[in-house]
């Protein structure tokens, strides 16, 4: 039995329409890494590494991992996410942050989004 991780993060990042920019950005990962790991069989990294893109994918390390041992390609229904892009990468600077300042940014936010809604 084998793992390729590279292919199973693929299929995800497709799944949801992500580019590998995207998931670079969303993950805190280069472009670079993010293509070598999708394209190659070197399956060298870091358990941060794989959360980081796990978290970006809204699943988690496992279970990535899990579906990385498939035998056979097999389209698995799980975390289907329909948000959009932008909307990930300002949730992605929002963890960044320190709580406190997040909190701000988001209370902020609603307010800016009322005003707006209001014509």
Same mark, same amino acid.
């Given at each position: 039995m +084998?793992?390729?991780?590279?292919? %199973?993060?693929? =299929? !995800?990042?497709? %799944?949801?329409k992500l580019t590998q920019e995207d998931l670079a950005e969303l993950s805190d990962l280069s472009v670079n890494f993010i293509s070598r790991l999708e394209r190659t069989k070197n399956q060298n990294i870091s358990i941060q590494k794989l959360d +980081?893109? /796990? =978290? /970006?994918?809204? @699943? @988690? @390390?496992?279970?990535?991992?899990?579906?990385?041992? !498939? #035998?056979? %390609?097999v389209k698995v229904e799980n975390h289907h996410d329909n @948000?959009? &892009? #932008?909307?990930?990468? &300002?949730l992605n600077e929002l963890r960044k942050m320190d709580p406190e300042k997040a909190e701000r940014v988001c209370k902020s936010f609603i307010i800016l989004a009322k005003e707006?809604?209001?014509d």
């Open positions: +084998s793992i390729n991780l590279g292919k %199973e993060i693929c =299929r !995800r990042r497709r %799944e949801q +980081s893109i /796990a =978290r /970006a994918l809204n @699943t @988690t @390390t496992p279970d990535i991992i899990m579906n990385a041992y !498939r #035998f056979k %390609e @948000t959009p &892009v #932008f909307i990930k990468k &300002v707006i809604n209001k």
